[in-house]
């Protein structure tokens, strides 16, 4: 299993960010899949989540309206559209994949919001 986030970096507050995870190594299509964040001193925390099944989404309180999460079955990516970013969205963005009882993580995209 490998996943691979990109599309991270600096933008100013009100902006917006694309990040993407190219997964491999399992079917990709039969899984959910997440997006967590990790704020310097603070706990990880889930940003958003889409199932396989239907594509159904949840989002974190703080993201809502201003984040959405997508998936494409055929080039194996999921998608998180990140807009009005604020400066409190400053975090090393982290996708994973659910497999079974297992999970698997990418290496992270740092998104920092400032002027």
């Known amino acids: 299993v490998q996943l691979v986030e990109s599309g991270g970096g600096l933008v100013q507050p009100g902006g917006s960010l694309r990040l993407s995870c190219a997964a491999s190594g399992f079917t990709f299509s039969r899984y959910p899949m997440s997006w967590y964040r990790q704020a310097p001193g603070k706990e990880l925390e889930l940003v958003a989540v889409?199932?396989?099944?239907?594509?159904?989404?949840n989002y974190a309180d703080s993201v809502k309206g201003r984040f959405t999460i997508s998936r494409d079955n055929v080039k194996n990516t999921v998608i998180l559209q990140m807009n009005s970013l604020k400066p409190e969205d400053t975090a090393v963005y982290y996708c994973k994949a659910r497999i079974a009882l297992n999970d698997y993580w990418g290496q992270g995209t740092q998104v920092t919001v400032s002027s």
């Open positions: 889409i199932r396989s099944a239907g594509g159904s989404t």
